[in-house]
């Protein structure tokens, strides 16, 4: 979920959202999207877009959060993470429409702790970055966002070793 300080048209170009959330894994040792009964640990963020036309915006998103996985069967991970990505946003409708659905996609790189379960710093890339949400205008300059985002990176990491090359989920 985003609270966006400003609404972009083409007369406020500019946006600062802040951003919180749930992240779930997807990779080698399993999944847990869209489920309560495993990992889910939260993450907190700030974005600056820019409106570049009617249907288009560009933004950069920085977070801070924890992943993790461990379904009680498996040897899991548990990582803070620090990522960022760069998208562009396509709006399917303009921007005097109270409810603004979109679609994004775009880069990234995440930047994985330090901590036991892990040996080293680890800084995987977030190729592609995806996803799709709506907008909701509250006020002319107040919006809040609804937003699933999909981070496909490079590596899976298990007991702190980088296993084989697949496309992973955060």
């Not at 820019?50 to 249907?55: A, D, N, T």
């Amino acid at each position: 979920a985003t609270l966006s300080a400003k609404a972009q048209t083409e007369d406020k170009k500019w946006n600062i959202g802040l951003h919180s959330g749930v992240t779930q894994y997807h990779g080698d040792l399993g999944h847990d999207f869209y489920q309560t009964n495993n990992t889910m640990y939260g993450f907190g963020g700030i974005s600056v877009s820019k409106y570049l036309g009617k249907y288009l915006d560009a933004s950069l998103l920085l977070t801070r959060g924890t992943l993790g996985y461990n379904n009680g069967t498996t040897q899991g991970f548990k990582s803070d993470f620090s990522s960022a990505s760069f998208n562009l946003r396509f709006n399917f409708i303009g921007p005097e429409y109270i409810v603004r659905p979109y679609v994004f996609g775009g880069v990234g790189a995440i930047l994985f702790d330090n901590q036991l379960n892990f040996h080293k710093e680890k800084i995987d890339y977030a190729l592609p970055t995806a996803g799709a949400g709506f907008n909701i205008k509250l006020t002319p300059v107040i919006m809040l966002n609804i937003q699933e985002t999909f981070l496909f990176t490079d590596n899976d990491v298990r007991d702190g070793q980088v296993a084989g090359k697949n496309d992973d989920f955060l």
